[in-house]
């Protein structure tokens, strides 16, 4: 018999390959002026005299590119690990309120008037708080009760979600700038923002693969990772904090957008297997591309109107999620 | 390696669970731990493997140390335990799962598991007689077969002790006596040191050499099971009448009797 999650993440890698390609093809082709594929394809090659073209496709499209790519891959690792130390399918930062942490503390340093980068470590702070209040009421018993997991995450996403609200009416003309980080929005990408984002998805990244079989032994049940020499509440603590990082850098350059940690891993998992040293790396790669093609969808749908993408990941994963919940009452998988 | 419990005392906040718990369990011996639900057996194991913390008492592993004084990876290499029949949700196979026995033996955690890990693995898988379940996802099994997977992974982790929390409660017959059967081979041929909990008294009895049955948080008799199980015991222990036999080796068959309200029979039957 042959092992079907290799074969099958043999295949995964090939269509993710081609997806990939073509939505960015799509996408630094594809905008409200046109740019012939001549001066595309002498950009790509790092050819090419300075034109309008090239600053559209250097400037903005490719930035957003990668930006979409690389948030999907911090969103669908970030839930893929929250649902191995929660042991809960649901255990999606957006559903459970890390998120709405994560918010709280960008809207903060924006009140303060800080630079860009503050976003992500005052969020960061906010949202590793948030983690372990979670983590805290719901999570002690080594597996989340689901009802227990998604009521406080209501409670904390409606309690920080109140004060955004809040904030958005303080702030009066500025208030746009919040909305944005609630609903979702790629349209700020430039190449800083990249680069800030690229320092805590690479760091989680090897951070997560060097404890991948660890991760593995969370999924058989507190008493039983100990067994297996797993210091259970260092591990979860530390993990929680990472995904705290990624998330709150994430939200704090793009906004909340939800369901993509929770739709992704699900998939992924059940095509391959639960074991993280392939599903990391599958769920990451995954991520990126269906985030791609959200914002894809999102920027050309109504073009030339955007649609926040949160808006386009909710309307595939809120149905997702529904269906999800009601498996998990008779055991979904982790 | 033997392993000995002294005189621990553990409390959940206030209420007392084991108050000054005595056992030793030797190189190549099974012990049994029988008692009534809520008289400690589950939260004894617990303490010996490091996951609960005595408020007194020690766990001492011979020629090792003191569990207090070792870390779980330490221990891990020491002890493997096996739960409860639990349905594992997660969709990894057989390989993957009993290959993680071999988690506290990775030295270089980028490397993973080696060619070594995953021969040993191998050979488990075949010796227990899950070859055919290999690349089968662990959440497809039946009972049985998944509790089989959990002892695959308990003897890869190549541990001289192993803990069992009532490892063939749930499962049927044929596969409880399977069960005890590959422990039985494994303390006889490798000296493993077992300590188990049971709830099947008739099962301790075929397979294990020494029994301690507990009653509220203390051991209320030890020793060899013809003569621990006595029917004064018995009643004493659990509540119940019951005829106590002996078939051909001498091993006692404790047949519960049903007392005028029928309450003996759910006691007996672990309700």
């Known amino acids: ?334 | 390696m033997n392993v000995s419990v002294e005189n621990l005392v553990f409390s959940y906040r206030s209420d007392p669970i084991l108050n000054g718990v005595d056992i030793n369990v030797g190189r190549g011996e099974i012990v049994g731990l029988l008692g009534p639900n809520g008289s400690g057996k589950s939260t004894l194991i617990k303490n010996v493997l490091g996951f609960l913390k005595p408020n007194s008492g020690r766990v001492t592993f011979s020629n090792v140390g003191e569990n207090a004084t070792l870390s779980a990876g330490d221990i891990a290499r020491l002890v493997a335990f096996v739960p409860q029949l639990t349905t594992l949700r997660a969709t990894i196979t057989v390989f993957e799962a009993v290959l993680m026995g071999r988690l506290p033996h990775i030295t270089d955690r980028w490397g993973g598991y080696g060619t070594e890990d995953r021969e040993k693995a191998l050979a488990v898988i075949e010796s227990i007689g899950l070859s055919h379940l290999m690349h089968r996802e662990v959440p497809t099994l039946s009972g049985g077969e998944m509790q089989k997977v959990i002892i695959a992974r308990c003897l890869v982790q190549e541990s001289n002790v192993l803990l069992l929390d009532e490892a063939t409660s749930g499962l049927d017959i044929n596969h409880a006596v399977e069960i005890m059967e590959i422990l039985r081979g494994k303390a006889d041929d490798q000296g493993k040191c077992i300590l188990t909990v049971l709830h099947d008294i008739n099962l301790a009895a075929q397979f294990c050499d020494r029994l301690f049955l507990l009653k509220g948080g203390t051991v209320y008799r030890s020793g060899p099971p013809d003569a621990v199980l006595t029917r004064d015991v018995v009643r004493d222990v659990y509540g119940i009448d019951a005829i106590v036999m002996f078939d051909a080796d001498g091993t006692p068959i404790v047949v519960p009797r049903r007392s005028a309200a029928g309450i003996g029979i759910k006691e007996a039957a672990g309700v």
């Not at chain 1, 649902?83 to 809207?107: K, M, W």
């Not at chain 1, 920027?299 to 498996?327: N, Q």
């Open chain 1, 1 to 334: 018999m042959i092992d079907v999650h290799a074969r099958r993440a043999g295949l995964l890698s090939v269509l993710l390959t081609v997806a990939l390609l073509l939505l960015v093809l799509f996408g630094v082709l594809s905008g409200s002026v046109h740019v012939p594929l001549r001066t595309i394809a002498a950009v790509l090659r790092g050819t090419g005299e300075f034109d309008v073209g090239r600053a559209i496709v250097l400037g903005i499209r490719l930035p957003r590119l990668v930006m979409a790519v690389l948030v999907g891959m911090m969103l669908s690792l970030s839930g893929t690990v929250a649902q191995a130390v929660f042991r809960n399918p649901l255990a999606d930062p957006y559903i459970i309120g890390i998120s709405a942490g994560a918010v709280a503390g960008a809207v903060l340093a924006f009140f303060l008037g800080l630079p860009d980068l503050f976003y992500g470590f005052f969020g960061f702070v906010t949202a590793m708080a948030t983690a372990l209040v979670i983590f805290r009421i719901a999570g002690k018993r080594g597996r989340s009760d689901t009802a227990m997991l998604l009521i406080v995450g209501i409670a904390v996403s409606s309690f920080l979600g109140a004060l955004s609200s809040f904030a958005m009416y303080w702030a009066g003309e500025d208030s746009y700038r919040i909305v944005v980080w609630t609903m979702g929005y790629l349209g700020g990408a430039s190449w800083t923002r990249v680069g800030l984002l690229l320092v805590p998805l690479v760091l989680a990244s090897v951070y997560f693969i060097y404890l991948r079989n660890d991760v593995d032994a969370l999924l058989l049940g507190d008493e039983e990772a100990h067994s297996l020499g797993v210091d259970v509440a260092r591990l979860k603590r530390r993990l929680l904090l990472v995904i705290s990082l990624i998330v709150s850098f994430s939200v704090a350059f793009s906004g909340m957008i939800g369901f993509v940690g929770l739709i992704v891993p699900h998939a992924v998992r059940l095509l391959i297997g639960s074991s993280h040293g392939r599903l990391l790396p599958f769920a990451a790669l995954s991520g990126g591309v269906f985030l791609l093609f959200a914002d894809t969808i999102a920027r050309t749908l109504l073009a030339p109107t955007e649609i926040p993408i949160g808006v386009v990941t909710a309307f595939f994963g809120a149905p997702f999620f529904l269906f999800l919940a009601i498996r998990s009452g008779r055991g979904g998988y982790v």
